[in-house]
């Protein structure tokens, strides 16, 4: 029968502190990656007295040690862009009367921004309906009111 050796209780020590020490870095990397697919997500909304109207803002912030991934900086700059292009359609193409309102999802995957209402361009009532998706969760929804 060949013989047992008897690790000695340092040793033993060692590799329970170098396995819980692993186990603990995974862990921090685990959620620092996900973290890094997923950044914190706001959208704030405010409402104006003087016209009937909600102008939506989206923020970001990284929360991982290695910032944000490229593919959500994209995400969110896109869905910016489209709604830069929806505000300065109505802002600045649209005449008085005028109405924009923005409605807000969001579930595990996405969150859709629909931004509804109607303007008049060149004497014309023209009808707004836009759906912004961003496939990211928002983490803070906020509506300011005044």
């Excluded at 590799?15 to 997923?38: E, R, W």
């Excluded at 909304?45 to 593919?71: C, H, L, V, W």
């Excluded at 303007?119 to 961003?134: A, H, L």
Aim: with cysteine.
């Amino acid at each position: 029968m060949p013989k047992r050796r008897n690790m000695s209780n340092s040793k033993r020590m060692a590799i329970i502190l170098i396995s819980f020490v692993m186990c603990i870095a995974v862990g921090f990397l685990s959620v620092q990656l996900y973290f890094y697919y997923n950044p914190e997500l706001d959208i704030h909304i405010s409402s104006s007295t003087k016209e009937d109207m909600d102008i939506p803002m989206i923020a970001y912030n990284q929360r991982s040690i290695f910032g944000i991934s490229e593919k959500a900086e994209r995400e969110i700059m896109d869905a910016g862009n489209e709604l830069r292009e929806v505000l300065e359609d109505v802002k600045l193409k649209m005449e008085v009367p005028r109405s924009l309102k923005a409605e807000i999802e969001s579930d595990k995957r996405q969150t859709i921004l629909t931004m509804s209402g109607y303007g008049t361009k060149n004497g014309k009532k023209e009808d707004i309906n836009k759906q912004i998706v961003i496939n990211l969760k928002a983490t803070e929804i906020v509506r300011e009111t005044p």
